[in-house]
């Protein structure tokens, strides 16, 4: 009995693949959540943005994202070298493949473009660390190099991109998990980058932390100006999921996961 079979009966069963396919393959939502934690993930625990403030790395990064973005769209130079040079991998986006109905291309062709917005903003992330991580190593390597050597770097570049987070990655016992647990090794392989990045990198990494505390000190001191004594009317089981921002008129509610 085919392996493959049975992980498929035992994902069906379990509503593992379903579970994928409705929170991430068909649902359009999942971008709203996916750029704020891949934005965060990027600065917090990668070190493409290391040769610069934090502040100041987190407007490159937007523009970086948005010109990812955009080269995606355009199926631009960039793109087309970052595929081939080893970039097409697995995304959140893609989960739940396994859970599609086959026969149906109808359906097929509904949940591929509900999911188009969700793999459109994972791979405009690591297209922007990929230039990122391209233009500065062509920077550094001055204006004589070949083109074996340049192709080099690009390879290299896509390498670095997608160590971001590789969700192709992973053991055999996790990867299996994921037919009853969903995510478990996308999970993992999160843990992995960022325990990586910390154990290698302390002090920029408490760096970060500090530029992060002086970040929450304004957003509450802004919240008290603004708010006054509305904070208190805000239950605290809100205010532990969500960072909450203070306008003059209401207040808006941003996810924190």
């Known amino acids: 009995f085919p392996v493959t079979i049975l992980q498929n009966i035992i994902g069906r069963v379990t509503g593992s693949f379903a579970v994928k396919l409705l929170a991430t393959r068909a649902n359009p939502l999942f971008v709203a959540k996916n750029i704020p934690r891949d934005y965060l993930h990027v600065l917090f625990f990668t070190d493409v943005y290391d040769n610069m403030s934090l502040p100041l790395a987190a407007m490159r990064l937007a523009g970086d994202f948005i010109r990812g973005v955009k080269g995606k769209l355009q199926n631009d130079q960039d793109f ?3 595929i081939e040079h080893g970039g097409g991998m697995d995304f959140l986006s893609t989960e739940g493949m396994e859970g599609m109905i086959t026969n149906r291309t109808v359906t097929n062709k509904i949940i591929e473009k509900l999911g188009k917005a969700g793999e459109l903003s ?6 922007a660390m990929y230039k990122k991580f391209k233009e500065d190593a062509i920077k550094s390597g001055g204006k004589n190099l070949t083109e074996e050597e340049i192709t080099q770097i690009k390879v290299r570049a896509v390498t670095q991109a997608r160590e971001m987070i590789d969700f192709s990655q992973g053991g055999i016992a996790t990867k299996n998990l994921e037919i009853i647990s969903p995510y478990i090794n996308s999970a993992f392989q999160g843990f992995r980058v960022s325990t990586n990045y910390i154990r290698n990198n302390p002090k920029e990494f408490a760096k970060k932390l500090g530029y992060l505390s002086i970040g929450v000190m304004l957003f509450a001191l802004y919240n008290a100006m603004i708010g006054d004594d509305d904070m208190e009317d ?4 809100t205010k532990r999921k969500y960072f909450v921002i203070m306008t003059p008129f209401t207040y808006a509610i941003v996810t924190g996961k």
């Open 80 to 82: 087309k070298d970052y």
């Open 234 to 237: 805000i239950p605290e089981e």
């Open 122 to 127: 994972e791979i405009g992330f690591r297209l």
